[in-house]
């Protein structure tokens, strides 16, 4: 079965660093993009990063341009999201997302900056 896992989240001083992974499994991942959005109260999930295969480019939200990166370790099925420089206005909870016939997300893990 498809399962992407998320681990890594927790409380930060604003200025601070976390990375977060998402552990797939159940689909063949090297072929997939993969991508993190967040989500805060009142709002729609929005999407923060995405990593393609065959070139391993990447796009991202214009906020987060230069503090975070999106990588990924095929050998792991696992993506990551390294978070530097971490603002109050980060705080969110963070999905991992693949579309495979279908939405997949991850459970959330909630990233907490503190101002």
């Not at 503090?67 to 099925?77: E, L, Q, T």
């Not at 991850?106 to 907490?112: C, D, K, S």
Request: glycine fraction near 10%; proline fraction near 3%.
């Amino acid at each position: 079965q498809l399962q992407l896992v998320e681990t890594g989240g927790g409380l930060v001083p604003a200025g601070g660093s976390l990375r977060l992974s998402c552990k797939a499994s159940g689909f063949t991942f090297s072929y997939v993009p993969m991508s993190w959005y967040r989500q805060t109260p009142g709002n729609e999930r929005e999407l923060v990063a995405r990593i393609f295969d065959t070139i391993s480019s990447t796009t991202y939200a214009d906020d987060v341009k230069g503090r975070f990166a999106i990588s990924r370790d095929n050998a792991k099925n696992t993506v990551y999201l390294q978070m530097n420089s971490l603002k109050p206005d980060d705080t969110a909870v963070y999905y991992c997302y693949v579309w495979i016939r279908g939405d997949y997300w991850g459970q959330g893990t909630q990233v907490t900056v503190s101002s």
